[in-house]
């Protein structure tokens, strides 16, 4: 199957998760904790995770499938083509807001970028592509990004890390324009992607970080686990994105001898 | 002229002015700073506020308005009819982004909410109404709040007095179930307005809470200067809005009693 193809199917199996979300936004929801008060999993996120482990599952019977919830496999090495699923990202948001919260699939073959796509779901936003096809905004390619300083743009992180300056996230932030706050791994990628963020850090497992990777490294984007290391894909670990000139900064920065305001 | 007619009066002036900064969006805007690297103004403020000040000044000539760009009226009491108007809130998001921002006009007489209008102009959400008229997400009613603590919902806050903990706006943050920076008085204050997040604290001029207000009153929220003052309307000050029963928690929060994790 080529990519386009492929394209096509991912966004149809997307597409029609979210009908179906959107569909029982204002049903009861059964909402569970997972490792802690703010880890939240719903009755939502096990039956769209379902829907997509099943398409894929179908389509491709001998792919590896690395999920949040669950049902995929218990996948141990990146050999071979492995995809990644996270249903709902931004639980919260979803169960707090109806709002706010992403569905994601990424590809990897061998453990190199394939294919990415993130649909906002209520904005009905899908960034997705790859480095064979380019990146797109539904229908719109997206430029390459362009170098550009930390202070130029605004920067997402992850809310308690930031306050707590773990990693020296709040310094990183406070060296830019900006500091966001989303909730959702998967918007907070689009928005660097689309160019509306310089960067983004966070703690990230491999199914937040999958499709982000593919898309950010396609428009030209570093994704590195700081300062410089490449990621894993299986564990979850410290990310940032950013452009290769503000990487600079931010790698600077966690050294300690970055002019901070 | 009844509450119902100038509802929909400022509706018609909030659209002309959004589709007109949606036309010129992809223009190059003429961007200045004002107080700082981060506090910018654009053409398109300032010819949008220049709109609205003059529909409001043509249809009430009688009638004040203070606005953030300079084009109102020198107000210095809020005796008699006292218009609010900021044309772009969330500048930054504005000329970074080109989304996530709102435009926001309140009328308050005597110094008590009359009438508040937020609208996030992308997303074409218009959160409107007062007192008199009840609140409204577009053409649909919006529920009162119910008392609920901090733990249950997302907090709002501004991203330097977070990282800073300044007036304990970390501790009350941490307290919830999560910290949203939004970089938009406007898009907060609908959020909580609409029960998306618990409650909202930042350091804010009169025309990014006026409406806010009107509307978070109009549902049953409390907007206090912390502990519990009433806002001056006429200068810069700390706001907090949350439901009565979180307020009571932030209040402990800020007398520093209060069991943080």
Not at 171 to 193: I, K, N, P, Y
């Amino acid at each position: 199957m080529d990519i386009q193809a492929l394209d096509q199917l991912v966004m149809q199996w997307l597409q029609h998760g979210a009908n179906r979300l959107i569909a029982h936004l204002d049903d009861q929801l059964q909402v569970n904790t997972k490792s802690g008060r703010s880890d939240l999993v719903t009755n939502l996120d096990r039956e769209t995770e379902q829907f997509l482990v099943g398409q894929i599952k179908q389509t491709f019977p001998d792919d590896q499938i690395f999920s949040e919830e669950g049902f995929g496999d218990h996948v141990q090495s990146l050999k071979g083509r492995v995809w990644f699923v996270d249903p709902i990202d931004g639980t919260l948001n979803f169960v707090k807001q109806h709002d706010n919260f992403a569905m994601m699939v990424a590809l990897y073959e061998d453990g190199q970028p394939v294919y990415g796509n993130i649909l906002d779901v209520r904005r009905q936003r899908f960034v997705h592509g790859g480095p064979s096809m380019g990146a797109y905004l539904n229908q719109f390619r997206i430029a390459p990004v362009t170098p550009r300083p930390l202070a130029d743009g605004l920067f997402g992180v992850n809310g308690p890390m930031f306050a707590k300056n773990r990693y020296h996230v709040q310094d990183m932030a406070l060296a830019s324009l900006g500091t966001r706050v989303l909730g959702s791994a998967g918007l907070e990628f689009q928005q660097v992607v689309l160019g509306n963020s310089i960067g983004y850090c966070s703690y990230l497992a491999p199914w937040d970080v999958a499709a982000g990777r593919v898309l950010a490294e396609t428009v030209g984007l570093k994704v590195v686990v700081p300062p410089e290391n490449a990621l894993s894909m299986l564990k979850r670990e410290l990310i940032v994105t950013t452009n290769a000139q503000a990487l600079q900064e931010v790698q600077q920065i966690m050294q300690g001898d970055h002019n901070t305001k």
